[in-house]
Nanobody
Framework: QVQLVESGGGLVQAGGSLRLSCAAS????????MGWYRQTPGKQRELVAA???????NYADAVKGRFTISRDIAKNTVYLQMNSLKFEDTADYYC??????????????WGQGTQVTVSS
């Protein structure tokens, strides 16, 4: 079993910054991609940013130029630096990891979510 523990959410004024962290632990042979998704009430969960095992990032158009995703391979941790936050960034943010088990099978895991609230 694998656990993803997120931290760093909170309340911030528009234009401010927050940094989210997500640490994976448990039965991990290796981690493929890691990413951040967000969800607001009544809407589907959407990709915010993802990063491959070799560090190639991918961003949603809405956050390009404002958010930066990074990862520490040795710590099985992914970060999301969020700058120039806007009211519409308000959401629950979820960490995702595509983990390879020792038997070679890949599984998707999710964190419990961390709330980000941007006041206008």
């Amino acid at each position: 079993q694998v656990q993803l523990v997120e931290s760093g959410g909170g309340l911030v004024q528009a234009g401010g910054s927050l940094r989210l962290s997500c640490a994976a632990s448990g039965s991990i042979f290796s981690i493929n991609a890691m990413g951040w998704y967000r969800q607001t009430p009544g809407k589907q969960r959407e990709l915010v940013a993802a990063i491959t095992s070799i560090g190639v990032p991918n961003y949603a158009d809405a956050v390009k130029g404002r958010f930066t995703i990074s990862r520490d391979i040795a710590k099985n941790t992914v970060y999301l630096q969020m700058n120039s936050l806007k009211f519409e960034d308000t959401a629950d943010y979820y960490c995702n990891a595509n983990v390879r088990a020792r038997d070679g099978t890949y599984y998707d895991y999710w964190g419990q979510g961390t709330q980000v609230t941007v006041s206008s």
